[in-house]
């Protein structure tokens, strides 16, 4: 599943060919995606300019005077920019048109995806209402972070991946920041003292601005609104490496399971 770092790199790679266009056109080839699309769209859009894209943890939002569209990636879609005269594929299912002659599209195998027209206050929307702070926002700190593990008997791993909590920690990227903060994935959440959280919320925020730096992680279909591939992958301590040497201390690393997710780390390590 996309997350974060590919919806980040998705929203960068695509707003400097939106920004400033007007919407020509907008063709629903499959409105059953998670949610039915609005019958009405087009009606919402077209002849509306596109003035900013934003991202609100694996969500991102074009937003104009009269609404906001909210666009979710689901399980295996992506956005991408074409020609608009480019025929679309079997699983291409909207096109966003644009003065320029160009066209978002948005491909969706799985119809996991979402694309949401929304009226009221984007933040109020049931998505979006509930979302903890962005890891990478001045508001998730160590005194946040701590204060929101005390008595939580969660393990740390699943209590971190909580949109609830911190939006946008997925399951690489908690792989990844456990390893950095030397942390066990299975401790209760409760347990970490002070400088643990603030070790954990550092890694938090390295992984996933390197991730963003890269394009974030290619593991089956991802690609970036320029249709290219993330190379964080090639970085990956731990995630997917199950009983190949820790890179900083040689010891195997282990796979579990947690939440039915796998979790990779190194049993020396991580305490």
């Given at each position: 599943m996309p997350e974060l770092p590919e919806v980040e790199t998705t929203r960068r790679g695509i707003e400097p060919h939106l920004k400033g266009r007007t919407i020509s056109a907008v063709v629903v080839r499959n409105p059953r995606l998670r949610w039915p699309v609005e019958p009405d769209l087009e009606k919402y859009l077209r002849g509306y300019a596109v003035n900013e894209v934003l991202r609100r943890g694996k969500y991102l939002l074009l937003p104009f005077k009269h609404g906001t569209l909210i666009l979710h990636l689901g399980m295996s879609g992506s956005l991408r920019l074409v020609n608009a005269a480019t025929a679309p594929g079997k699983h291409d299912h909207l096109d966003i048109c644009l003065d320029s002659g160009s066209c978002l599209r948005l491909t969706d195998p799985r119809r996991f995806g979402a694309v949401l027209?929304?009226?009221?206050?984007?933040?109020?929307?049931?998505?979006?209402?509930?979302?903890?702070?962005?890891?990478?926002?001045?508001?998730?700190?160590?005194?946040?972070?701590?204060?929101?593990?005390?008595?939580?008997?969660?393990?740390?791993?699943?209590?971190?991946?909580?949109?609830?909590?911190?939006?946008?920690?997925?399951?690489?990227?908690?792989?990844?920041?456990?390893?950095?903060?030397?942390?066990?994935?299975?401790?209760?959440?409760?347990?970490?003292?002070?400088?643990?959280?603030?070790?954990?919320?550092?890694?938090?925020?390295?992984?996933?601005?390197?991730?963003?730096?890269?394009?974030?992680?290619?593991?089956?279909?991802?690609?970036?609104?320029?249709?290219?591939?993330?190379?964080?992958?090639?970085?990956?301590?731990?995630?997917?490496?199950?009983?190949?040497?820790?890179?900083?201390?040689?010891?195997?690393?282990?796979?579990?399971r947690l939440g039915q997710r796998a979790t990779y780390y190194c049993p020396h390590c991580q305490r």
């Open positions: 027209w929304c009226q009221e206050e984007p933040s109020q929307h049931p998505l979006l209402a509930a979302l903890g702070p962005e890891p990478l926002a001045e508001e998730f700190t160590t005194t946040y972070l701590y204060q929101r593990t005390r008595n939580r008997k969660a393990p740390i791993k699943t209590f971190i991946m909580d949109s609830k909590v911190v939006v946008g920690v997925g399951n690489i990227y908690a792989n990844e920041a456990l390893y950095l903060a030397g942390i066990h994935p299975e401790r209760q959440a409760a347990t970490l003292s002070r400088p643990r959280i603030q070790r954990l919320v550092a890694a938090i925020r390295q992984v996933l601005t390197e991730a963003i730096a890269a394009g974030g992680t290619t593991l089956r279909d991802f690609v970036g609104g320029d249709g290219r591939p993330g190379y964080f992958a090639q970085q990956l301590n731990v995630y997917g490496r199950d009983q190949q040497p820790c890179p900083r201390c040689t010891t195997p690393l282990r796979m579990t």
